[in-house]
């Protein structure tokens, strides 16, 4: 039998300075690392000391310091790389953020090969970022959105494929990997090898995916998938998108203008190789290179103990938080999610909730979590919701299991 890998939060705590400070005087208990994850020393001093000693323009200075900061650019996209097991490097994309890098494939390859008849297939979970674009561009095409439902656990009802496979020609399956609201596991590569059966592209969703479990695209079988650096310790800023090369080298850029192309004329302007093709403008290069550092330092615990360690916080807290009366708990059981828990007070709204738990020194998200079609299937227009990483401590659920006894006595 294989050992569960282990990491020790309370050790890997003391990377994060942003622990080092109390909120209403209280210890800070920070349950809100699905918005975006708190940011190790090992991150920070990466961007200072590539703004200290390597910082100029990117792909245009033959200077010492110009070579210096490509050097660490292209090292950080290597990076980027490896952690997805990509087969090729010219196949990442670096973009602000993973909404950036789903609008990359919905604009570029979505306006050139979607039309009448066609489907684009997401989910009732979907983020907005992986069904606006899609409606938005379905509504230039002609192209239908149609959307696999849930079941009574908040996991996919896929019992619908054969019937959408029957209603037109599906040419978009874009799912995401983790939902960001429930926390549910998606079979991405069940549904990709659904996709390519109905002569599709697969679109995977991976901003909630990739800080939490490892990233094979050749394993999953995807086209495309976009990352979410920010979640990922990285810094704001900059994200991937990883897509196929024979995709990306077919279609149309999707920003023009400096750098991203070969030769410009009056008549006629051609486009740059991959990956410059999709990167118009100054790069983000120290938060590249912050990404970069985010991957070394999430693979130095390892990404299989970080899976586990969140799974343990799942199962403690949905066991805790369903002590407490008048909880309602929403989405799969702890061994089907990632760290994430939604639920709601039947008669409390998540706002008082929320506000109420930052003066116990608590931070949670209450709100639809950009996932309006999902709260409409709940029947609710927000819920309140925790989220994990490798950082989160029991304590800090304890910590939001007294604040909600607090919030109850509160509204008594
Ligand atoms: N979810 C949350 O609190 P960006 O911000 O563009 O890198 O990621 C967008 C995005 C896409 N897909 C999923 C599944 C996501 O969870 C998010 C971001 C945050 O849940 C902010 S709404």
New binding site residues.
């Given amino acids: 039998m294989n050992a569960v890998p282990k990491l020790n939060a309370h050790t890997l705590r003391a990377d994060f300075p942003i622990f080092e400070q109390q909120m209403h005087g209280k210890p800070l208990a920070f349950l809100d690392s699905?918005?975006s994850s708190q940011k190790p020393r090992q991150v920070l001093d990466a961007m200072t000391e590539f703004y200290e000693t390597s910082y100029a323009n990117v792909h245009r200075g033959v200077y010492v310091l110009a070579e210096r900061a490509t050097e660490a650019l292209e090292h950080a996209r290597e990076r980027v790389r490896a952690f997805l097991n990509a087969p090729d490097v010219r196949e990442v994309i670096f973009t602000r953020?993973?909404?950036?890098g789903i609008n990359l494939v919905a604009y570029a390859w979505g306006l050139s090969n979607l039309g009448p008849g066609d489907l684009v297939v997401v989910t009732e979970l979907e983020?907005h970022?992986?069904f606006v674009p899609w409606q938005f561009i379905a509504g230039k095409t002609g192209a239908e959105v149609r959307m696999i439902p849930l079941d009574e656990h908040g996991e996919l009802d896929l019992s619908v494929l054969e019937g959408i496979a029957h209603d037109g020609r599906v040419k978009v399956v874009a799912t995401?990997l983790?939902?960001?609201?429930l926390g549910t596991i998606n079979p991405v590569a069940k549904l990709a090898e659904w996709a390519h059966a109905q002569g599709a592209i697969y679109v995977c969703?991976a901003?909630?995916g990739a800080p939490h479990t490892k990233i094979d695209v050749q394993a999953l079988g995807v086209d495309f998938l976009a990352i979410?650096g920010?979640?990922m310790c990285g810094p704001s800023g900059a994200?991937a998108l990883w897509g196929r090369a024979e995709l990306l080298q077919a279609m149309d850029p999707f920003m023009t203008g400096g750098h991203m192309i070969n030769s410009v004329r009056l008549e006629k302007t051609t486009w740059g190789e991959l990956p410059h093709k999709f990167e118009a403008g100054t790069a983000p290069m120290a938060e590249a290179v912050g990404l970069g550092a985010a991957i070394d330092y999430l693979e130095a615990i390892g990404l299989d103990a970080i899976e586990a360690h969140e799974h343990e916080l799942a199962a403690y807290a949905l066991g805790r938080l369903g002590d407490v009366p008048g909880i309602k708990l929403y989405g799969p059981p702890a061994d089907r999610r990632a760290g994430i828990v939604s639920f709601n007070f039947e008669d409390i709204h998540p706002h008082d909730v929320a506000q109420i738990l930052d003066l116990q020194g608590v931070a949670i998200?209450a709100g639809h979590?950009?996932c309006q079609p999902l709260m409409q299937k709940l029947g609710v227009a927000a819920t309140n919701r925790a989220s994990f990483y490798l950082y989160t401590i029991p304590e800090e659920i304890d910590q939001l299991v007294d604040g909600l006894h607090a919030v109850r006595k509160v509204f008594a």
């Fill in positions: 699905a918005a953020n993973a909404t950036e983020h970022s992986n995401n983790i939902s960001n609201s969703d901003a909630q979410s920010h979640k994200s998200r979590h950009c």
